[in-house]
């Protein structure tokens, strides 16, 4: 089961989503997007939130206004984390999730610890909580089709763009071949009068010459 939520209207058309417990979280883990935020508070336990960006955007994209409530929602799903002040909430790009064997179901390291940001959120604002609760979705998403059919399309989309590029590539270079063999036509042509010019004036006879044979 995953839960999903709209952000606010303002923020843009954005869903923020979380996984029932640990087994689902580890499938959203195998099978994010490019375009996912991963959240969690930090040092503490917390359920695992992610916001999906358009497709083109990075985590540099994330307005305050999104960021604010993907921060507030993560430390009200922290059991800890939503009795205190203070929490710090980390996040960084799907795709900087690191998962290896040896670590527990639902455990994440990072790739890249550069890539990790923070965001102090001082206490919880319940109208924030409250609002994105009242736009709570329950789906069963088939995680790994949809992944692939979006990794399909992406394969088809850049198959396209190749052969896209192999024709403009290919009519490029017909039209210098084309270019090349109009400049040499041109330069033959030339040439050719250059030498027509030379052949009449050797074959014309002088104004002397006319005079003599009229005579």
């Known amino acids: 089961m995953v839960f999903y939520f709209k952000a606010r209207p303002e923020a843009g058309d954005f869903t923020i989503f979380m996984g029932l417990d640990k087994f689902e979280n580890e499938e959203l883990i195998k099978y994010g997007f490019p ?4 959240f969690h508070v930090d040092k503490m336990s917390s359920a695992h939130v992610y916001v999906r960006l358009h497709k083109g955007q990075t985590l540099d994209d994330l307005s305050e206004a ?19 002040n203070n929490v710090d909430v980390v996040y960084t790009p799907w795709s900087n999730l690191k998962k290896t064997a040896s670590m527990d179901v639902g455990q994440v390291g990072f790739h890249n610890s550069k890539m990790v940001r923070t965001v102090r959120v001082e ?3 319940n109208e924030i909580v409250n609002r994105l609760n009242k736009t709570k ?19 088809a989309e850049r198959k396209q763009q190749l052969r896209e590029k192999k024709r403009r590539e290919e009519l490029e270079r017909l039209e210098k071949e084309k270019q090349t063999e109009l400049r040499s036509y ?4 030339v040439a050719e009068n250059m ?8 074959g014309s006879k002088s104004l002397q010459e006319l005079e003599e044979d009229f005579m």
């Open 137 to 155: 979705v329950e789906r069963k998403p088939d995680l790994k089709g949809e992944r692939e059919a979006v990794g399909a399309a992406e394969r």
């Open 186 to 189: 041109k330069g033959l042509m």
């Open 123 to 125: 206490k919880r604002i």
């Open 35 to 38: 375009e996912d935020i991963w």
């Open 195 to 202: 030498t027509s010019n030379k052949q009449i004036a050797s």
């Open 66 to 84: 999104l960021l604010e409530d993907c921060a507030q929602f993560v430390k009200a799903n922290s059991i800890q984390g939503n009795k205190v």
